[in-house]
Nanobody
Framework: QAQLAESGGGLGQPGGSLRLSCAASGSFLSIAAMGWYRQAPGKQRELVATISNGGITNYADSVKGRFTISRDNAKNAVYLQMNSLNPEDTAVYYC??????????????WGQGTQVTVSS
């Protein structure tokens, strides 16, 4: 069974930092891109950042210069360093992996989500 497990959410202060981690486990044969998405109350889920297995990154305009995505391919893990937090970053953050499991083509897998709240 292929799974993604997030950790590191919680309460952050405006201007502060938080770091999210996500580890893929189970029957993944390979993982291509990994990334982070977020969904604020009453809004659609939106892309935050993605990273290819070669290290090419892509960021939403709203987080460029503040957030950094990184990846450890040996651990099938992806991280999101969030700096200069503001209240608009409050959301549930979801880890995403585009991977392949036995008898399947590449498809998207999602974590259960971790709450990030930015408030003083």
């Amino acid at each position: 069974q292929a799974q993604l497990a997030e950790s590191g959410g919680g309460l952050g202060q405006p201007g502060g930092s938080l770091r999210l981690s996500c580890a893929a486990s189970g029957s993944f044969l390979s993982i291509a891109a990994m990334g982070w998405y977020r969904q604020a109350p009453g809004k659609q889920r939106e892309l935050v950042a993605t990273i290819s297995n070669g290290g090419i990154t892509n960021y939403a305009d709203s987080v460029k210069g503040r957030f950094t995505i990184s990846r450890d391919n040996a651990k099938n893990a992806v991280y999101l360093q969030m700096n200069s937090l503001n209240p608009e970053d409050t959301a549930v953050y979801y880890c995403n992996a585009r991977g392949r499991i036995p008898w399947s083509d590449y498809r998207d897998f999602w974590g259960q989500g971790t709450q990030v709240t930015v408030s003083s």
